[in-house]
């Protein structure tokens, strides 16, 4: 089965979480039937609208790798892909619906919806006001300024079947004549939506639940156009903790925000697809795993909440296991975030061979790149705290004779480190802790790091019996400050 269908964002600003989950859905949709994935802009609001706004929803669906096979920047059969390059489209169908008697040209100013909506609220402060149907059998005046309204029926119901939500039945009564074209041309969202939609021959409108409202007019527009109604799948909805609509001052809600805090394509994708989905009692999925299991079948209807801790938690998920991210890939993501810290012109290969050394640990790429720092410059960067309880005189002869003793192993591996180091502590009658923590800090500059002999064999032998006699002058210079 083929499909086609869409993600249609405003670009007002970022492009919200929210919005990712609800691009993710079609996209996963799209993928499993080999079907097509269109991107189209809605840009009406032109107050607010920028292109700086588009470039960033260009900019994170890329980088979430939902790449789409129509729309800017692609192109496709059925453009423009925005809505302000389209404004004759729907001035043509505004007047096919005139013409068919199902709209009407409104002149009532706002002054005078202003006054009929001040004298219901006088007769009845808790009356909703309605358009009341001033100008439906009006005679055209050409020479005044006028919004396109739809004729909205006033009897009988509409009833559809939603895929995640099931039948939805509501009374005509409850529309009133709304407003399909302003006086400047350019639509409102619902009609400006459902003309895109039926000449790009979209067969699936998939969003959030907020828009359920919408529907209803829009199926009413479809039938008004003789046009086939496509199906709807409506999703629930992404709270904050508190169950408020999730914003700002509940976290971070632009995507590209978790990019700069280091955390990958997949776990974001991973945790939005949880809200409205799921896969019996699976949590952790691959792009691939995603798509063959998605179904509208397995979505529900309870909205969910936003739970940092969680979202957390499937990162770290995904950042350990080689299968949901390969090394290569790792180390492509991993650079960027190198590079903030000065760490510029690193060989990837270099980088490979120090990350076993954290996958285990490293919460975020970010956090990634703060613990393997130490391996790749000249010098470590000292933790002033660290070095100043564990590299002193005491601990200078240790890690002199500790430089010695390693530097006679004939084979610098991990292994081979750990086995002549143990066995020169028995001999000793000492422990590894006696040694370790000056050791540590010496060839680290820090006293939380990897495993010893992990670092030891990463640094390389040289680099390591240098940063340990170093560490051992450093310890000895502080003895002669007190």
Known sequence: MSTRVRFAPSPTGYLHIGGVRTALFNWLWARKNRGT??????????????????????????????????GPGVGGNYGPYEQMARLSIY??????????????????????LDKAREALKAKDPKAQFRY?????DRRDQPDKPYVVRFKAPEEGTLTYVDKVFGEVTTPN????????????????????AVIDDHLMEIDLVARGRDHMVNTPPQILLYQALGAKVPDFAHLPMMLAPNGEKLSKRHGAVNVLEYRKEGYTPQAVLNYLVRFGWSHGDQEVFSLKGLIDAFSWEACGRADGKFDTKKFSAILFEHLKSPELLPDAEY??????????????????AKVAGALYTVRERATSLKDAADRL?????????????????????ASAESLRAVATLLEGTPEWTEPALEQRLVQWLEERGLQMKDIAQAARVALTGRSATPGLFQVLYVLGKDVSLARLRKGAERAEAAGAKV
């Open 173 to 192: 009564a409850a529309q009133q004549d709304f407003v399909l074209l302003r006086s400047d041309g350019v639509p409102l969202y619902n009609f400006g």
């Open 132 to 136: 009341p149907g001033t100008c439906r």
């Open 37 to 70: 994935f269109v991107l189209r802009i809605e840009d009406t609001d032109q107050e607010r609208s920028t292109d700086a706004s588009k470039q960033v929803i260009f900019e994170s669906l890329s980088w979430l790798g939902l790449d789409w096979d129509e």
């Open 373 to 393: 720092d130490f391996f790749f410059r000249d010098e470590p960067v000292f933790d002033e705290k660290a070095a100043t309880k564990f590299l002193v005189p």
């Open 331 to 348: 180390v492509q993501r991993l650079l960027p975030f190198l590079e903030a810290r000065g760490l510029t012109g690193l060989d990837p």
């Open 91 to 112: 001035k043509e169908y505004a007047e096919r619906l005139i013409a068919a008697g199902k709209a009407f040209r409104c002149y009532c100013t706002k002054e005078d």
